[in-house]
């Protein structure tokens, strides 16, 4: 049975440690969703989800510490290239900037090719290299295999992030490794439009 998620995953870190990654998923066995992992500086994990189902899901394939089912959703603006993310106790509102280099190299690649897990396997080397911390292809537990095609990417230029009423500081221009799962997000606050595939 294979499961397809396609939408886009942005990863940023705030001034006090804190790593927040954020999906927003337009096609999957579910309706349109928002879901949110965060990390904090002491390294606790958690997983904001809408519904029980999802949270089951999500948790079954990546390490949480807590496990939250409440509200989330994701507003964006197009024109003025904004998120409006709000998720029990999180808020991000982020400013979407230009297309990294990144991107513009998976633009050279055909969408079908780039979506393939074929292609995410053949590339998964290269992006240990070029992204630390990042893999293309690996185990979503449970004897699964997990494979990230990615066919776009733009840097994130500002963010405002608030967990439990509480300012988290300034956007970073690194973002240190999570401890989630099997990959890492880019070092740099990005957004990456991404097919996932999860074959069980």
């Keep these: 049975m294979i499961d397809r998620y396609q939408g886009h995953i942005a990863g940023l870190a705030t001034g006090d440690g804190r790593r927040v990654v954020v999906g927003r998923w337009l096609r999957s ?8 992992m965060t990390q904090d500086a002491a390294g606790r994990r958690t997983l904001l989800a809408p519904t029980r189902e999802i949270a089951d899901e ?23 290239r904004t998120w409006t993310v709000r998720a029990g106790p999180l808020t991000v509102d982020l400013t979407i900037g230009p297309r990294t280099a990144v991107g513009h190299a998976l633009g050279l690649v055909p969408g079908p090719v780039a979506r393939s897990r074929r292609f995410a396997t053949a590339v998964d080397p290269l992006a240990r290299v070029v992204l630390p911390g990042v893999r293309t292809r690996g185990s979503a537990g449970g004897g699964r295999t ?20 509480e300012d988290c500081g300034m956007l970073q221009e690194r973002v240190p490794p999570v401890g989630f799962g099997f ?8 957004v990456t439009a991404v097919r996932t595939t999860i074959a069980r």
């Design 29 to 36: 066995p579910w309706p349109p969703f928002v879901d949110v």
């Design 146 to 165: 997990e494979w990230y095609g990615a066919t776009d990417q733009h840097a994130i230029v500002d963010a405002r992030v608030t967990w439990r009423d």
């Design 183 to 190: 990959s890492s997000v880019p070092g740099a606050p990005s």
């Design 58 to 80: 999500v948790a079954a394939t990546y390490t949480f510490d807590d496990v939250l089912v409440v509200p989330t959703r994701c507003t964006s603006d197009e024109r003025a």
